[in-house]
């Protein structure tokens, strides 16, 4: 690739040559480069100075290597047609003057699930233009929609007149239709695909749009430390000084009302590291580790130094590590439906605690004629005032 070859001007007076394919019609892009007075020629020749390129450009290169011409991407190319030629861009000078009464009604009309409302919304968008605001719901519409037609006419907004960052993602192939039922490690198993395609940015970028969207999807952004949307996703877990760790792994809620006593603990290894790089630990007033397939609360919660209320409920812990005593504000602590094999030393330190949930706490002894633990009256001795749950 000639790097030094590349560039993101199109000047008045040049001569252009289009090769790959492109997202709108080449007769769109020649009336706006027109517009532009910038010429395109139909063949290669002596004349061109710069070559426009489309996805998988068959006989660019080759020009580019052997003749002075410069060259432009299509995401380079589409903003600088964004717009030319649009007459009717009632929506853009809507978001121009500051307002966004008509964004705000089609934001709603393009998340609907009726289809008809999704073209409707569709249409006024071609007609008035493409207001940011508007950008990140069409990204759902392109990639969500169960309707081809809806999802490229989508996908060709975005192309012409979206985020140019965005080209990459919008080629990318997987779709993600029926993402508020299908299995959560489905729409992870597809993100990964779109990493390998489009970036794993980009993947990290869809997956949180998800969850804002869906409340779902977010293992992948969660997976990866270090990365921007690795923080993007854990600020999306957070509200108000709760971090609800439970919503991002995915797993059912067993707290909805239904018989939690048939509910079976069980270890999983999800690939999503503890949340210890919290972009404000410091924030955090209240844990919800709720059957996130967890064996143990990680010696790392010692981050969270404000927290609490700490619900570990429904997972397959063993034992608490001591480190867990320097939460000194901690009041509540939730660890029914666990799998603990005997009574936590490091619950007798901590005296300030209000109440302890050991319901179904303890692992089943009945198989082996061991005495079902029970708490100690040290406990009691130690924490007066504390409500114990059994």
């Known amino acids: 690739m000639n790097d030094e070859k590349n560039t993101?001007?199109?000047?008045?007076?040049?001569?252009?040559?289009?090769?790959?394919?492109f997202a709108d019609t080449r007769t769109a892009i020649k009336a706006k480069l027109k517009l532009l007075e910038v010429t395109v020629k139909t063949t290669f020749d002596s004349t061109v100075t710069h070559v426009l390129l489309g996805h998988r450009p068959p006989t660019a290169w080759s020009?580019?290597?052997?003749?002075?011409?410069?060259?432009?991407?299509?995401?380079?190319?589409?903003?600088?047609?964004?717009g030319v030629g649009e007459e009717e861009a009632f929506l853009l000078e809507e978001e121009e003057a500051g307002e966004s009464q008509l964004a705000d009604n089609l934001k709603t009309m393009l998340t609907s699930p009726d289809v008809n409302t999704v073209q409707i919304a569709l249409l006024m968008l071609k007609q008035g233009g493409l207001p940011q605001q508007l950008a990140e719901e069409l990204l759902i519409v392109a990639k969500t929609n169960e309707a081809l037609k809806i999802r490229t006419e989508a996908r060709k907004l975005l192309l012409t007149q979206g985020p140019p960052e965005w080209v990459e993602l919008l080629k990318d192939k997987q779709i993600y239709a029926n993402i508020d039922t299908i299995k959560q490690k489905e729409t992870r198993a597809k993100l990964e695909q779109t990493a390998k395609s489009a970036g794993p940015d980009a993947a990290g970028f869809l997956s949180v749009l998800f969850y804002q969207y869906f409340g779902r999807g977010l293992g992948f952004a969660l997976s990866s430390k270090g990365t921007p949307h690795r923080t993007a996703a854990l600020?999306?877990?957070?509200?108000?000084?709760?971090?609800?760790?439970?919503?991002?792994?995915?797993?059912?809620?067993?707290?909805?009302?239904?018989?939690e006593a048939f509910y079976p603990s069980q270890k999983?290894?999800?690939?999503?590291?503890?949340?210890?790089?919290?972009?404000d630990p410091l924030g955090i007033q209240t844990l919800n580790f709720h059957n996130c397939k967890i064996d143990k609360i990680s010696n790392e919660v010692i981050v969270f130094a404000n927290c609490e209320i700490l619900d570990a409920s429904h997972n397959a812990i063993k034992n608490?590590?001591?480190?867990?005593?320097?939460?000194?504000?901690?009041?509540?602590?939730?660890?029914s439906f666990n799998k603990i094999i005997?009574?936590?030393?490091?619950?007798?330190?901590?005296?300030?605690?209000?109440?302890?949930?050991?319901?179904?706490?303890?692992?089943?002894r009945s198989a082996t004629g061991q005495p079902v633990i029970a708490v100690p009256e040290a406990f009691y001795q130690q924490c007066p005032h504390c409500i114990v749950l059994q």
């Open 63 to 82: 020009f580019i290597a052997d003749h002075q011409v410069r060259y432009l991407t299509e995401a380079q190319l589409y903003p600088l047609i964004k």
């Open 8 to 21: 993101d001007h199109l000047p008045k007076g040049s001569i252009a040559w289009l090769d790959g394919t």
């Open 268 to 279: 999983i290894n999800t690939g999503i590291p503890f949340p210890a790089d919290h972009p």
């Open 235 to 259: 600020e999306a877990l957070t509200n108000k000084g709760v971090l609800n760790f439970h919503a991002g792994i995915g797993y059912h809620n067993w707290k909805d009302g239904k018989d």
């Open 342 to 364: 005997e009574f936590p030393a490091v619950l007798l330190k901590m005296n300030q605690l209000e109440e302890l949930d050991l319901r179904n706490a303890f692992a089943d």
């Open 320 to 335: 608490l590590h001591p480190s867990l005593a320097k939460l000194t504000k901690l009041r509540k602590l939730d660890l």
